[in-house]
């Protein structure tokens, strides 16, 4: 005996169209593609930190190898880029050489390395390796990552003359991004 389908079974209930289903399936779906349409412009590696527009934290650190601190307070009056970056982190290495020609060729910016969760031994083996045009200072406790709000390598700050952050970039940077990011500190411009 052959099972056919009368109306009222499962296999007919199934056909049917359901509008609470399309509803409830549209209430999910349709703010998610909207948020994927907003962000399709946006830049991945410009991340808008709730320190954007304020004062940069403050920081006195010990560079790599020894010396006499340095304060964020030392770099007041001209443009500053701090790059938080480690020895382990490859896309830390890869902008290293940017950075370094940045700080060379821009000497109106205080260009500062943090090194983030690293061992001073190391750090130094890899400046010695790879010439480096500004100082790297280091953070043993992490205290001024926490206080920027570092999540990860490599993340660099742009401040304007006043201490103010402009922009926050996360990810490696080259130098088209350097000079593009040093002229909004330099511009003070948010």
Known sequence: MAATSTPGTAAARATR???RVLAAGAAI???LLVVLLLNLRRDPHTVRSPLVGRPAPAFSLAPVGGGAPLSLESLRGRPAVINFWATWCVP????HAALTAA????????FVGIVYEDE???TQAFLQKRASSYPSLMDPEGRTAIAYGVFGVPETFFLDRGGRIVEKH???LDSRAIAALVARARDGAR
């Open 120 to 122: 001073e031994a190391r």
């Open 17 to 19: 169209f359901n509008p």
């Open 103 to 110: 700080a060379r060729t821009q000497r109106d910016v205080q």
């Open 92 to 95: 830390c290495f890869e902008e």
């Open 170 to 172: 996360v990810g490696p």
């Open 29 to 31: 779906a349709l703010p």
